[in-house]
């Protein structure tokens, strides 16, 4: 994933997937309309998603472009990329009158006027929490499905590891400096401990609940700890 913490490659992945976008609209509408980009459009393609999700509704656009040139690191530092990508992704919360009817409001009506539960309307310059842009860099060949499917995918890794080490390991809270890349070894061993042993059925399916039996039972140290951890396979 490209965020704003390599702002280069981000702001020309926004520019560039805005800006064919908005061509594909007007090749549409007019057959004898040129685009900017008219060799990184013949490989350009977008998906779009919606989705009822616990409170809110999502709606999702995925787009590829094979055209890697676009980015100027492609150049130098990232010559193996092959697929170029945005997600773009808003999320309205659920809202329902005294009698139950559902009245979200649509896409449009939001970004202009907000809502009852989000009332500050959000533009697309201003990049606001209710509209999130990802860009993405693959080695393989996606198309904008596929793409969308990996970057869905990657939300699971983020809640059964990044989240439990943010959370429950306190690792965002740690004020350790120079021994944090030790540290963050050591908590990824003791996660990877403690998801074994759930997965063997000696701990509880919790991880706070798992990391208290470790501490108390001796036995279950001795175990997966001191023993070694026979192989899945």
């Known amino acids: 994933m490209v965020k704003k913490n390599q702002p280069q490659s981000y702001e020309e992945i926004v520019k560039y997937f805005g800006e064919m976008s908005e061509d594909q609209k007007k090749m549409q509408e007019d057959k004898n309309y040129r685009p900017r980009y008219p060799?990184?459009?013949?490989?350009?393609?977008?998906?779009?998603?919606?989705?009822?999700?616990?409170d809110r509704k999502e709606y999702r656009w995925y787009s590829v472009c094979a055209e890697s040139g676009l980015l100027t690191r492609t150049q130098k530092e990232w010559p193996f990329i092959k697929t170029v990508g945005l997600a773009s992704q808003i999320r309205i919360p659920l809202e329902r009158d005294a009698e139950g009817t559902d009245?979200?409001?649509?896409?449009?009506?939001?970004?202009?006027?907000?809502?009852?539960?989000?009332?500050s309307p959000v533009s697309d310059v201003e990049m606001g929490?209710?509209?999130?842009?990802?860009?993405?860099?693959?080695d393989?060949?996606?198309?904008?499905?596929?793409?969308?499917r990996i970057k869905r995918e990657h939300w699971p890794v983020e809640n059964r590891l990044h989240h439990v080490l943010d959370d429950t390991f306190?690792?965002?809270?740690?004020?350790?400096?120079?021994s944090k890349n030790n540290l963050a070894l050591i908590r990824k061993s003791a996660y990877n401990i403690l998801r074994i042993a759930m997965l063997a059925g000696d701990c509880i399916e919790i991880?706070?609940?798992?990391?208290?039996?470790?501490?108390?039972?001796?036995?279950l140290r001795k175990k997966y700890v001191f023993n070694g951890i026979d192989s899945f396979y």
């Open 39 to 54: 060799q990184m459009q013949e490989t350009y393609e977008e998906v779009f998603q919606e989705e009822k999700n616990r």
């Open 103 to 119: 009245i979200t409001p649509d896409i449009r009506t939001f970004l202009e006027k907000g809502s009852r539960r989000s009332p």
């Open 129 to 138: 929490k209710d509209i999130q842009k990802t860009g993405m860099i693959s």
């Open 140 to 148: 393989l060949e996606l198309t904008a499905e596929e793409m969308g």
């Open 170 to 178: 306190r690792e965002d809270r740690s004020p350790a400096k120079k």
């Open 207 to 219: 991880m706070t609940e798992a990391m208290d039996e470790f501490n108390d039972d001796p036995q």
